[in-house]
């Protein structure tokens, strides 16, 4: 038989920008403009995804939307695409895939306002148009509505500084550059995420796990040169199409019929024998490990050489009792030995983040984990008005140290500077674009979505008009840009609803992947949260770790309540039997620390690949897929433990808890079927650069698009589009919402001027070219 001639490398041309193009685009705009032979160049169009090759002709950073306008009016002078990043979240690459870059990093201004008190039956905040522009002075500035605990201490990090882009890949320990304008603290900072939980830390680069017999150690991606873009999979258009018109799809991979699985096949598994029971696995050896005694739920175990502590105490034991408030409850928690006195949130003291106090010095992070007397809040809800190149992390950090007036959990009295407030957005790490894309995660089920939250968006359309948009005011093009905006300009500016959150009763509760008791453990799990109230978030994580490092079951929960209530789920859960769980630390701690957690497993993973050196090249290679699922039957667990056994290293598979409050809105362009949806799930993929190893793609493709096609619902939150996307994929996010978004498309965006994103028609409203929107993987 003959054999295919190989690929030619892909060849990667050498775009000019010519002098007079770059004079004209510099005097256009007051933010600086950089062409690829400028060093700084490389480092702003550096994406998540480290594979990744720009061939843009010149980077803008701009200062405010004026400048934003400028530019979107010099590309269509000129018929050059403009392509938009706003830091992280840029899997797929649309951010560096135009002629132009707009980094819009320097767009990072930031306030929080408390409700206005004499709204009436109005609105109750101050509009963006009545607020200064970046830089600006006077008119009303929210900031005027707003009381602070403390001011920003002088050797705080600076939030309206230019941020360069920062490497995903970097040893967490180890030596980074000094930014000219931010520092090498700060870097090192937003690069870690061990204030999620220290024991968890301690765990992820800890020593390896004994040996077992029967597993076999998972092995990596093989190492195999890439020399082009993969070609589209000829299977790949059938099994999508699936997704949209829920076809069944045969994916001999799996070695299964394919059969319908029906969504009530949902069985209710053992529960274990009672709280706390465990059972020790045998190692090589042959010789028994036995737990130490502890109580499951108030202390943690662990693996022989993994330092641990107690996390949390009994209420009588606790070093600060928390106040019973109605709303939040009452529990305690301690730090980890050696972090020292640090500040509390909730208590009516400093506690900046970034301040002079030791978030930079030894220990610093333990600060995020401190205990707290949470406040109660006295306004339901407040403002947070942000540019489009500040990051999730930073949003969160600023509104951690801005905190509002609340009740004390200390005084009793009302006080200012009590209650930090959080807007509802995914986890660490991802940037702007999530109010515009969705925005899925911890506080999602109460609250709603990112898109759901939002008020106001200062908005670039493709005319180049400089718009406010809001429910009043061109309600047509509201509906759109929420679920789709970057299709129909680029936000320079928003304004979002955000909640208090004093307090959460959440953690993670680890154990190791064994193929024989994972679909116990998953059904254990899904059972456990069944009928859940939209106060608990859940999601359950299979991730495969380094071959000597084993690969673990993570379940993660976060409870916006009181810790008696959180309580009785994690109770549940962990009465599970079936293995020895090597970890569990939830207690109560703040939103900010919850939020690097997701962040931390994966992250943390690598970086423990990273110290036994086979991850040598800096930067890593992502791949996504995701879906949303009606139920989760027993077969398709059954089907996913058996298909995530032989992933290579770097596989995350996940399973989170969705519906809730997220059902409740129906004023944007995703449809009801979609927020209806009982579960997101996502295979989030990463491995070494310079791998060309086709498991990393298609064991995600063939998982989402076979086991899970079967019972999903169209395509997945517009957030979780990812690289190699085909257009049904990303038709079927809007359901039968897309003949009336595409209508508008062509509207607000006749000539498909913004064109490097998700979406995937072309300006006559045909599909585009396989990956004509997305920079190439040399």
Same mark, same amino acid.
């Given at each position: 038989?003959?054999?295919?001639?190989?690929?030619?490398?892909?060849?990667?041309?050498?775009?000019?920008?010519?002098?007079?193009?770059?004079?004209?685009?510099?005097?256009?705009? @007051?933010?600086?403009?950089?062409?690829?032979?400028?060093?700084?160049?490389?480092?702003?169009?550096?994406?998540?995804?480290?594979?990744?090759?720009?061939?843009?002709?010149?980077?803008?950073?701009?200062?405010?939307?004026?400048?934003?306008?400028?530019?979107?009016?010099?590309?269509?002078?000129?018929?050059?695409?403009?392509?938009?990043?706003?830091?992280?979240?840029?899997?797929?690459?649309?951010?560096?895939?135009?002629?132009?870059?707009?980094?819009?990093?320097?767009?990072? *201004?930031?306030?929080?306002?408390?409700?206005?008190?004499?709204?009436?039956?109005?609105?109750?905040?101050?509009?963006?148009?009545?607020?200064?522009?970046?830089?600006?002075?006077?008119?009303?500035?929210?900031?005027?509505?707003?009381?602070?605990?403390?001011?920003?201490?002088?050797?705080?990090?600076?939030?309206?500084?230019?941020?360069?882009?920062?490497?995903?890949?970097?040893?967490?320990?180890?030596?980074?550059?000094?930014?000219?304008?931010?520092?090498?603290? @700060?870097?090192?900072?937003?690069?870690?995420?061990?204030?999620?939980?220290?024991?968890?830390?301690?765990?992820?680069?800890?020593?390896?796990?004994?040996? *077992?017999?029967? #597993?076999?150690?998972?092995?990596?991606?093989?190492?195999?040169?890439?020399?082009?873009?993969?070609? %589209?999979?000829?299977?790949?258009? !059938?099994?999508?199409?699936?997704?949209?018109?829920?076809?069944?799809?045969?994916?001999?991979?799996?070695?299964?019929?394919?059969?319908?699985?029906?969504?009530?096949?949902?069985?209710?598994?053992?529960?274990?024998?009672?709280?706390?029971?465990?059972?020790?696995?045998?190692?090589?050896?042959?010789?028994?490990?036995?737990?130490? !005694?502890?109580?499951?739920?108030?202390?943690?175990?662990?693996?022989?050489?993994?330092?641990?502590?107690? /996390?949390?105490?009994?209420?009588?034991?606790?070093?600060?009792?928390?106040?019973?408030?109605?709303?939040?409850?009452?529990?305690?928690?301690?730090?980890?030995?050696? $972090?020292?006195?640090?500040?509390?949130?909730?208590?009516?003291?400093?506690?900046?983040?970034?301040?002079?106090? %030791?978030?930079?010095?030894?220990?610093?992070?333990?600060?995020?984990?401190?205990?707290?007397?949470?406040?109660?809040?006295?306004?339901?809800?407040?403002?947070?008005?942000? &540019?489009? &190149?500040?990051?999730?992390?930073?949003?969160?950090?600023?509104?951690?140290?801005?905190?509002? #007036?609340?009740?004390?959990?200390? !005084?009793?009295?009302?006080?200012?500077?009590?209650?930090?407030?959080?807007?509802?957005?995914?986890?660490?790490?991802?940037?702007?674009?999530?109010?515009?894309?969705?925005?899925?995660?911890?506080?999602? @089920?109460?609250?709603?979505?990112?898109?759901?939250?939002?008020?106001?968006?200062?908005?670039?359309?493709?005319?180049?008009?400089?718009?406010?948009?809001?429910?009043?005011?061109?309600?047509?093009?509201?509906?759109?840009?929420?679920?789709?905006?970057?299709?129909?300009?680029?936000?320079?500016?928003?304004?979002?609803?955000?909640?208090?959150?004093?307090?959460?009763?959440?953690? =993670?509760?680890?154990?190791?992947?064994?193929? /024989?008791?994972?679909?116990?453990?998953?059904?254990?799990?899904?059972?456990?949260?069944?009928?859940?109230?939209?106060?608990?978030?859940? =999601?359950?994580?299979? !991730?495969? &770790?380094?071959?000597?490092?084993?690969?673990?079951?993570?379940?993660?929960?976060?409870?916006?309540?009181?810790?008696?209530?959180?309580?009785?789920?994690?109770?549940?859960?962990?009465?599970?039997?079936?293995?020895?769980?090597?970890?569990? *630390?939830?207690?109560?701690?703040?939103?900010? =620390?919850?939020?690097?957690?997701?962040?931390?497993?994966?992250?943390?993973?690598?970086?423990?690949?990273?110290?036994?050196?086979?991850?040598?090249?800096?930067?890593?290679?992502?791949?996504? +897929?995701?879906?949303?699922?009606?139920?989760?039957?027993?077969?398709?667990?059954?089907?996913?433990?058996?298909?995530?056994?032989?992933?290579?290293?770097?596989?995350?598979?996940?399973?989170?808890?969705?519906?809730?409050?997220?059902?409740?809105?129906?004023?944007?362009?995703?449809?009801?079927?979609?927020?209806?949806?009982?579960?997101?799930? /996502?295979?989030?993929?990463?491995? *070494?650069?310079?791998?060309?190893?086709? +498991?990393?793609?298609?064991?995600?493709?063939?998982?989402?698009?076979?086991?899970?096609?079967?019972?999903?619902?169209?395509?997945? $939150?517009?957030? $979780?589009?990812?690289?190699?996307?085909?257009?049904?994929?990303?038709?079927?996010?809007?359901?039968?919402?897309?003949?009336?978004?595409?209508?508008?498309?062509?509207?607000?965006?006749?000539?498909?001027?913004?064109?490097?994103?998700?979406?995937?028609?072309?300006?006559?409203?045909?599909?585009?070219?396989?990956? /004509?929107?997305?920079?190439?993987?040399?």
């Amino acid at each position: 038989m003959a054999q295919s001639p190989p690929a030619a490398p892909l060849a990667m041309p050498t775009l000019s920008f010519p002098d007079e193009l770059f004079e004209e685009l510099s005097s256009a705009v @007051r933010g600086p403009v950089f062409r690829r032979s400028d060093a700084e160049f490389a480092t702003r169009s550096q994406t998540f995804n480290g594979k990744l090759k720009s061939l843009s002709r010149a980077l803008v950073s701009p200062l405010d939307a004026q400048d934003v306008s400028a530019v979107v009016k010099f590309c269509a002078k000129h018929k050059l695409s403009p392509s938009v990043k706003s830091g992280a979240y840029g899997i797929a690459g649309w951010a560096v895939a135009g002629d132009i870059i707009l980094d819009l990093g320097m767009l990072r *201004e930031v306030d929080i306002e408390l409700p206005l008190a004499d709204a009436g039956e109005g609105k109750d905040y101050t509009g963006l148009r009545d607020m200064p522009g970046p830089g600006e002075k006077g008119k009303g500035r929210a900031g005027g509505h707003l009381k602070l605990a403390s001011k920003p201490s002088p050797d705080a990090v600076k939030l309206d500084e230019p941020r360069p882009a920062e490497p995903i890949a970097s040893q967490p320990d180890g030596p980074s550059p000094a930014s000219p304008t931010t520092g090498g603290k @700060r870097r090192r900072f937003m690069r870690s995420y061990d204030a999620a939980s220290h024991v968890v830390a301690s765990f992820l680069r800890g020593p390896p796990l004994p040996a *077992e017999v029967g #597993e076999q150690p998972r092995q990596p991606p093989a190492h195999r040169r890439r020399l082009h873009s993969p070609e %589209p999979d000829a299977d790949a258009d !059938t099994r999508e199409l699936a997704l949209d018109t829920g076809a069944q799809v045969q994916v001999p991979a799996l070695g299964e019929d394919g059969r319908q699985i029906s969504s009530d096949s949902m069985q209710s598994s053992s529960a274990g024998s009672g709280l706390g029971s465990s059972v020790a696995r045998t190692a090589s050896s042959g010789a028994a490990t036995t737990p130490p !005694t502890v109580s499951p739920v108030d202390s943690v175990s662990a693996p022989s050489g993994v330092s641990v502590w107690n /996390a949390p105490p009994s209420s009588a034991s606790g070093l600060f009792p928390m106040s019973a408030g109605p709303s939040w409850g009452s529990g305690s928690g301690i730090l980890p030995p050696g $972090f020292g006195s640090l500040p509390l949130f909730g208590l009516g003291v400093s506690s900046s983040p970034f301040g002079s106090s %030791p978030l930079f010095g030894p220990g610093a992070l333990g600060a995020l984990n401190a205990p707290m007397a949470p406040g109660r809040p006295v306004h339901a809800h407040a403002y947070v008005t942000f &540019g489009a &190149g500040m990051r999730q992390r930073e949003l969160d950090l600023y509104t951690a140290e801005h905190l509002l #007036e609340g009740i004390s959990g200390v !005084t009793g009295a009302r006080e200012p500077g009590v209650v930090p407030y959080h807007i509802p957005s995914s986890a660490h790490p991802v940037g702007s674009s999530i109010m515009l894309l969705a925005g899925f995660g911890f506080m999602s @089920r109460l609250y709603g979505l990112s898109i759901d939250n939002l008020v106001e968006v200062e908005m670039v359309l493709a005319d180049g008009r400089i718009v406010v948009l809001n429910k009043d005011d061109d309600p047509d093009l509201w509906w759109a840009l929420r679920g789709a905006g970057p299709a129909f300009g680029i936000a320079t500016r928003y304004k979002a609803r955000a909640f208090p959150v004093p307090v959460v009763f959440a953690g =993670n509760l680890i154990y190791r992947f064994h193929r /024989a008791t994972a679909p116990s453990l998953l059904k254990h799990f899904r059972d456990c949260i069944k009928g859940a109230p939209r106060e608990l978030y859940a =999601n359950v994580l299979l !991730t495969a &770790g380094p071959a000597d490092k084993d690969s673990l079951i993570v379940i993660q929960m976060c409870y916006l309540g009181s810790r008696e209530q959180g309580m009785a789920f994690l109770q549940a859960v962990s009465s599970w039997d079936g293995e020895r769980c090597l970890l569990n *630390e939830v207690h109560e701690k703040s939103y900010l =620390n919850q939020q690097d957690s997701v962040a931390q497993i994966l992250r943390g993973k690598v970086w423990r690949w990273l110290t036994i050196g086979w991850c040598g090249a800096a930067g890593r290679q992502w791949f996504m +897929r995701s879906a949303l699922i009606t139920s989760l039957p027993d077969d398709v667990i059954n089907k996913t433990v058996i298909q995530f056994a032989n992933t290579p290293i770097g596989c995350t598979w996940i399973f989170e808890l969705s519906g809730g409050a997220i059902a409740d809105f129906e004023d944007t362009c995703l449809p009801k079927e979609q927020r209806e949806a009982i579960w997101t799930v /996502a295979a989030l993929h990463q491995w *070494e650069m310079g791998i060309d190893d086709p +498991r990393c793609i298609k064991s995600a493709e063939e998982w989402i698009y076979g086991t899970i096609g079967t019972v999903s619902i169209g395509g997945p $939150f517009p957030t $979780f589009l990812g690289r190699h996307e085909h257009p049904t994929r990303t038709m079927a996010c809007f359901g039968k919402h897309w003949a009336r978004l595409a209508e508008l498309k062509r509207k607000y965006d006749p000539n498909c001027l913004f064109k490097n994103n998700f979406w995937p028609l072309d300006k006559d409203g045909q599909p585009i070219e396989f990956l /004509a929107n997305e920079p190439p993987s040399p």
